[in-house]
C-alpha cells in the first residue's frame, strides 16, 4: 500500500459504509451459525458467501467481516485484510530479549504493579508487550470496526507463546473515544498513560499497521489533550511520534525524555511526573 491508496481508501469512509457479515465459501456449520449471531451483536446483515459477489457486483457492499472455518474473524476490503495478531509485539519481545532494552519499555519505565492506560489501543500491539510488564492495562480504541476485531481476537487468540497469552489476559478494552474517556477519569487514576496517533507521514512499505489505516480515526492532540493525560498520570505519560512528523512540535508542553529510534524514526516524548 501507498500513499495513494490509503487516501483513496480514507475517503470510502467519509461516507456511511454498506458492511455485512458473512463466511468462508467452503463455510461450516458453526461458521454460519457464529456469524449469524455477530451479524445481530453488531447489526449488520449476514449474506451467504455464495451470493457475495452478486451484491459486490451490485456496489452494495463496501467492505465486509468474514468468520472462517477456525472461527476467525477478519475484514475484508479489496486486498486489504484486517484481522488481530501480536505482530510487532513478538519481534519487540524477541529484540528486548536478545538486546536488553527496547524503546516502549525504556519510555513506560514500567513497574509489576502499574496500571497502564494506552488511550488508542489500535492492533495492541504496544499493548501487549507493556501488559507483560505490569498488572494491567486499560485501552480505548474509536474505531468500532477495529474494536470489533481486537476485542474478538483478544478472547480467542491462542498463542503458542505462554507470555502473549498471560499479556492478553490483562488487557481490558473499550470502545470508547479517548478524549472523552479520560475526562471522566478522576486524578492519577493510573501509573502510565500511552497515546499512539495515526503518524501524519507513515512509513507505508512496512508499516504493520496498513490494514489498519482504513478504519482508523485520524485524531490528533493538542496541549489542552496533553494536560488531561497528566492529570491522569501517577509516574508517566508517554507519546509516541515519528521523527518526520510534526506532532511534537506542536504542542507546547516539556517532555522530560525524548527516546529516538535512529533505525525507525520512531519517536517516544516522556512526561515524568514521578520524578
Ligand atoms: C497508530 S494506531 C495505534 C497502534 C497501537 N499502538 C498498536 O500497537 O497497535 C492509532 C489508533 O488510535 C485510534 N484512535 C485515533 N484517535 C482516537 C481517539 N480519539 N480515541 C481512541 N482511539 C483513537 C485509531 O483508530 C487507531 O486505531
Redesign the pocket.
Known amino acids: 500500500m501507498n500513499r495513494n491508496d490509503a487516501e483513496r481508501i480514507k475517503k470510502v469512509f467519509q461516507s456511511d459504509s454498506k458492511v455485512l457479515i458473512t463466511t468462508s465459501y467452503n463455510f461450516t456449520p458453526k461458521a454460519v451459525e457464529l456469524a449469524k449471531h455477530l451479524s445481530e451483536e453488531y447489526g449488520i446483515p449476514y449474506y451467504n458467501r455464495r451470493h457475495l459477489n452478486e451484491k459486490i457486483r451490485e456496489g452494495s457492499v463496501d467492505f465486509y467481516y468474514v468468520i472462517d472455518n477456525n472461527l476467525d474473524l477478519s475484514i475484508r476490503l479489496g486486498d486489504t485484510r484486517l484481522f488481530f495478531h501480536p505482530g510487532?509485539s513478538k519481534i519487540r519481545m524477541e529484540n528486548f530479549k536478545r538486546e536488553g532494552r527496547d524503546f516502549l519499555f525504556d519510555a513506560i519505565r514500567p513497574s509489576s504493579g502499574d496500571i497502564v492506560y494506552d488511550?488508542?489501543?489500535?492492533?495492541?500491539?504496544?499493548?501487549i508487550f507493556m501488559a507483560h510488564f505490569v498488572e494491567k492495562v486499560i485501552g480505548?480504541?474509536?474505531?468500532t470496526h477495529?474494536y470489533r476485531i481486537v476485542s474478538y481476537g483478544l478472547k480467542s487468540y491462542k498463542s503458542k507463546e505462554n507470555w502473549i497469552n498471560s499479556a492478553i489476559a490483562k488487557i481490558e478494552l473499550y470502545n470508547e473515544?479517548?478524549?472523552e474517556f479520560i475526562s471522566h477519569q478522576q486524578e492519577r487514576s493510573f501509573d502510565i498513560v500511552y497515546c499512539?496517533?495515526?503518524?501524519e507521514n507513515p512509513i507505508y512499505e512496512s508499516s504493520s499497521?496498513n490494514p489498519?489505516r482504513p478504519f482508523?480515526?485520524y485524531?490528533t492532540i493538542n496541549d489542552d489533550v496533553v494536560r488531561e493525560l497528566m492529570r491522569i498520570a501517577k509516574k508517566r505519560v508517554v507519546i509516541k511520534s515519528l521523527e518526520r512528523d510534526n506532532l511534537l512540535d506542536t504542542l507546547s508542553i516539556k517532555f522530560d525524555r525524548v527516546l529516538l529510534s535512529r533505525k525507525n524514526g520512531l519517536v517516544f516524548a516522556c512526561i515524568d511526573l514521578d520524578k
Open positions: 510487532i488511550g488508542t489501543f489500535g492492533l495492541g500491539m504496544d499493548a480505548t480504541e474509536v474505531s477495529i473515544d479517548m478524549k499512539d496517533p495515526m503518524f499497521l489498519l482508523a480515526k485524531d
